[in-house]
C-alpha cells in the first residue's frame, strides 16, 4: 500500500439524491464509503446494479453529487471550484464505447479539441505516438464512430483520455458492452498502461471474474455502503461477508478460461518494460 | 422468435455499416429534384418569356385553358377575371410564397431551435418556463391567433412573417428539447465534460451538430406548413393583398369565379398541393436517409 | 390520481394564461385596433373618441388586468358589432361547429383506421404504399382548395349536393368530408404505426401458435394495444377542428365559429375576435385535460409517473 502516495481519496462519501415522484423518498444512493487508489494502482468496486456503484463514479470524476464526504484527487478537493486543470487528473472511460465519443466528430477533431483546451498538458505526444500506446495505427484518425468497431472505439476512448495525462482513469464497466474476445484486448491494455505510463485506475464493475484479474484491490457495494474491502485475492478467497459469497457463487461456470483470465495470462507474459508492437487491430 | 429477440437484446450495439447511408438518396434526389427546378423556374419569372402577370385585358377575361374549346396558346392556363394570365400569374406568384415559406420557416427555426436546446441541455427553471410557452403556444388556434393581431396590427409582409414564425417555432423547441434530453444523457457527452470541454462549447459544437440532422428533417416538413398556413390566411384575405400576388391569394380570388371559370381558382391550388406534397416526401425520404431506425410511415 | 389531475389542472390553467396574455399582448402590445377599425381616413378626434369609450386609452398593464379579471368571471367582453356579448354569440354558432366537427371526426376515423390496420397486415408492399400516398395527400392539400374543388364537381358540375350553408344532412356532407381528410390521413398513419409495432410483439404470435385465427389477433389483440395513442390523436384532432375549420367553414359559408371569426374580422370587431381566441385555447387546454385523464385510466403506468 501507497498510503502517502495516493492519487485519489474518498472519504466519507454519502451521495444522497432527491425524491423523484410524489411518493418517493430520498434515495441514499452512497452511504459513508470511504476509499483510496494509490500511484499505479487499480482499485476495483463491485456491486449489482443499483449498489450505487455508478452515482460514487460520478462523484468522483465531479460530475456527479456530493452529498457530504469528500473527494481529493491528486491533492485537490473535487467540488464546485474544480479548475480546468485539475479536471483533467481525472478521466473516464464509460460502458458503451460508441455512445462515448460525439458520432459527428473524427478522431482527429476530438483529439484537437481536447488539446485546443488542454495546451499545456497534451504537448508530450503527437496524435500517432498516442494511437499506437493504445494499440492502433494512425488510418483510424479520420474515421467517425460508426465506422469503428467496439473494440476500436473503446481503444480511441482510452487514447483520448491518456492524452489528457491523468493520474487517475475511472473505468466504469469499460468492457461489459464488449464481444468476450475483445473484454480480454481492452483489459490487457490497461494493465499495459497501468505498467508503462504508471496510470492508477478505479475499476468499477459488476463482473467479479473481470475484476479479479485486473484489480489489486477491491470494495464490495452493496445498498450504497462498502460491506467488504481488502486485497483482490483474499476477499475472493475468504469472503467475509455474506453478500460477497452470495455474489462470487453467482459467476457462471469456471471450468473454461473466462477472458478476464486470459487477459491475466497475457498480462504476465508481457515482457517488463520498453514498448511492445501495437495490439492488431481488431 | 424468442431466441432471435434474446439475441437482438444482447448490450453489444450493433451499427450500421457506412453503406446503408447511402440508400434513400435515390428518394432525396426523386423529390429534392423536382421541387428544386419549381424554385428555380419560380425565381426565374421576370426572365421567362412570359405576359406581365399584372397586365389586365379585359376583353381575354375568363378565357379557358388552352385544352378547351376557346382556349388558345397565348393563355396556356386560361386568364381570370380581369384577363390576367394565369400561368404567369402562378409563376410569378410562387416567387412570394416561396420566399415567404422560406422566411417564415427562418423565423421560426432559429429562436424555436435555441429555445429547445437550452430547455433539454440545461432542464430545471428554464425547462419549465420554455415548456409552459411550448404547450401555450401550440394551444393556441393558430389561424385564430393570426387573426386577432392581423386584425389589430393591419395586413403587412412583416406581420405575415411573425405570424408564420409563431406556428413554427413551438414545433422546433419541442422536437429538439425532445432530443437535447437524450442526447445529453449520452455517454460522450459525460466525457467531454469530464475532459473539461466548457458548457458552451458542448451546446454549440457537439450538441447542434448532433441534432442537425433532425432540425432539416423538422425544416423541410415545416417548408410545407408555412405554405399551406400562408396561402390560407392569403385566402381569408389576411395575408398577401393585391397588387403582390401568392398562391393563396390568387385562390381568393378565384373562389368568386368558381362556378363559370374552375381554373381561376384550380391551378394556383393544384401548385400549391404538388409543392406541399413533394416537400413532405421530401421530408419523409431525408428522415429515413439520415437514420433509417427511425424511419416512419 | 386525484393529486395526478390536480397537477394536471394547474398546469392546465397555466398555459391557458400564458395563451391568452401572449395573445392579447401580440394583439394590442403595439398595433392599435381604433386605427385599423376606424381607417385612414379618420380623423385624431374620432380615434381619441373610440378609445376612450373602450378604455384603450388606458396603460396596457392596466387594460391587461381588467381583461384577466373579466376572464375570471367568465365575462369575454360584448361585440362591437353586434352590441350583444360575445358569449352569446359564440353560445350560438357553437352547435354547428361541433355538429360539423363531430361528422369530420365521424368519417376520419370510418375510413382512418381501417386503411391504417390495412397497410399494417400489409407492410411494405403495394397496398401500404398507396395509403402512404393517400395520407401523405391529405396533409398536403389545402383544405379550403379541395372544399372548392369539392363544390366545383358535386355543386356546380354534378348538382347532387348544395354547396354551402347549412340546410339539412345533405349540406353537411361536402364540408365533414373536407374537414375530415387531415385528421383522417394522422388517423391512418398512427394507426399503421402503431399496429406494426403491436404486430411484431411476440405476445401475437404466441397467440398464433396457440391455433387462434389471425383476423381475431389483429382485430382483438392488436387493435387494443393500438387504440391509446389513436384516441389522442382522436381527441387532440377534435379540439383542432373546433377551432380550426375556418378555411373550410368560409368556403361553405357555415354557419359555425369559424364564419363568425372571418365575419368578425371583415367587421374589424376586435374584442369579438379575441373572445374567440380564448375560447379556442380553452377547448384546446380542456380537451388535452380530458385526453391526460383519459391516459391515466387507460395506461397505470403514466397515472404514476413511471413514463
Known sequence: MTEERRVLDVDRLSVVHRARGRRGHPVVAVD??????????????????????????????????????????????????????????????????????????????????????????????????????????????????????????????????????????????????????????????????????????????????????????????????????????????????????????????????????????????????????????? | MTTINTIQKSPRPVRKPPAVRARGTGSVLAFGLPLAVIGLICLAAPLLPLPDPALQTLGDALQPPVWMDGGNWSHPLGTDHLGRDVLSRIVHGGQ????????????????????????????????????????????????????????????????????????????????????????????????????????????????????????????????????????????????????????GAMLADGRDQLSHAWWVAAFPGLAITIVVLLVNLLGDAMRSWLDPKKRRY | MIRFLAGKAVQGIATL??????????????????????????????????????????????????????????????????????????????????????????????FGVPLGIWAALREGRLADRLASAVALAGQSIPLFWLGLMLILLFAVGLGWLPAGQSTGFSSLILPAVTLSTLPMAQIARLTRSSMSEVLGEAFLSAAQARGIPRWRIVLIHALQNASLPVITIIALQAGTLLSGAITVEFVFAWPGLGTLATQAVQTRDFSLIQAIVVFGAAVFVVVNLIVDLLYGVLDPRIRDGVA
Open chain 1, 32 to 282: 459513508d464509503v470511504s476509499l483510496g487508489v494509490g500511484a499505479g494502482e487499480i482499485v476495483g468496486v463491485v456491486g449489482e446494479s443499483g449498489s450505487g456503484k455508478t452515482s460514487l463514479a460520478m462523484a468522483v470524476a465531479g460530475l456527479g453529487k456530493i452529498s457530504t464526504g469528500k473527494v481529493t484527487v491528486s491533492g485537490t478537493e473535487v467540488g464546485k471550484r474544480f479548475s480546468r486543470s485539475a479536471r483533467a487528473e481525472i478521466q473516464v472511460i464509460l460502458q458503451d464505447p460508441h455512445g462515448s465519443l460525439d458520432p459527428r466528430q473524427s478522431v482527429r477533431r476530438g483529439l484537437r479539441e481536447l488539446r485546443g483546451i488542454h495546451s499545456e498538458r497534451t504537448a508530450w505526444v503527437t496524435d500517432e505516438e498516442l494511437l499506437a500506446k493504445v494499440g492502433l495505427t494512425a488510418d483510424l484518425l479520420d474515421r467517425l464512430p460508426h465506422q469503428m468497431s467496439g473494440g476500436q472505439a473503446q481503444r480511441v476512448s482510452i487514447a483520448r483520455a491518456l492524452l489528457l495525462r491523468p493520474s487517475l482513469l475511472l473505468a466504469d464497466e469499460p468492457t461489459s458492452a464488449l464481444d468476450v474476445s475483445v473484454q480480454a484486448q481492452i483489459l490487457r491494455l490497461l494493465l499495459e498502461l497501468r505498467r508503462t505510463e504508471g496510470l492508477a485506475i478505479l475499476f468499477i464493475s459488476h463482473d467479479l471474474a473481470v475484476v479479479r484479474a485486473v484489480c489489486d484491490q477491491v470494495h464490495v457495494m452493496l445498498r450504497g455502503q462498502v460491506v467488504e474491502h481488502g486485497v483482490t485475492a483474499e476477499v475472493f478467497d475468504r469472503p467475509a461477508h455474506e453478500y460477497t459469497r452470495r455474489l462470487l457463487a453467482a459467476i457462471p461456470g469456471r471450468q473454461t478460461a473466462s477472458p478476464a483470465e486470459q487477459a491475466h495470462v497475457s498480462d504476465d507474459s508481457i515482457p517488463g518494460d520498453g514498448h511492445r508492437s501495437p495490439t492488431p487491430v481488431l
Open chain 2, 96 to 247: 412570394l410564397t416561396f420566399v415567404i415559406a422560406i422566411v417564415g420557416m427562418l423565423a421560426g427555426a432559429i429562436p424555436g431551435t435555441l429555445a429547445g436546446l437550452v430547455s433539454g441541455f440545461y432542464r430545471g427553471a428554464a425547462d419549465a418556463v420554455i415548456s409552459r410557452f411550448v404547450e401555450a403556444q401550440l394551444a393556441l388556434p393558430f389561424i385564430l391567433l393570426a387573426i386577432a393581431i392581423i386584425a389589430s396590427r393591419g395586413r403587412s409582409l412583416a406581420v405575415l412573417i411573425l405570424v408564420l414564425a409563431l406556428i413554427g417555432w413551438a414545433q422546433y423547441a419541442r422536437v429538439v428539447r425532445a432530443e437535447t434530453l437524450s442526447l445529453r444523457e449520452r455517454p460522450f457527452v459525460l466525457g467531454l465534460r469530464c475532459a473539461g470541454v466548457p458548457t458552451l462549447r458542448i451546446l454549440l459544437r457537439h450538441m447542434l451538430p448532433n441534432l442537425a440532422g433532425t432540425v432539416l428533417v423538422l425544416t423541410t416538413l415545416q417548408i410545407g406548413t408555412v405554405i399551406l398556413a400562408e396561402s390560407a390566411l392569403s385566402f381569408l384575405g389576411l395575408g398577401v393583398v393585391s397588387p403582390q400576388i401568392s398562391w
Open chain 3, 17 to 110: 394564461i400564458i395563451a391568452v396574455s401572449v395573445a392579447f399582448f401580440l394583439a394590442r402590445g403595439t398595433g392599435n385596433p381604433v386605427r385599423e377599425m376606424l381607417g385612414d381616413l379618420a380623423s385624431a378626434e374620432q380615434v381619441a373618441q373610440l378609445n376612450a369609450q373602450l378604455g384603450l386609452d388606458r396603460p396596457l398593464s392596466v387594460q391587461y388586468l381588467h381583461f384577466l379579471g373579466d376572464l375570471v368571471t367568465g365575462n369575454l367582453g360584448d361585440s362591437l358589432r353586434y352590441g350583444s356579448s360575445n358569449l352569446e354569440l359564440i353560445q350560438s354558432r357553437l352547435p354547428a361547429s361541433i355538429q360539423l366537427a363531430a361528422a369530420a371526426m365521424f368519417i376520419a376515423v370510418l
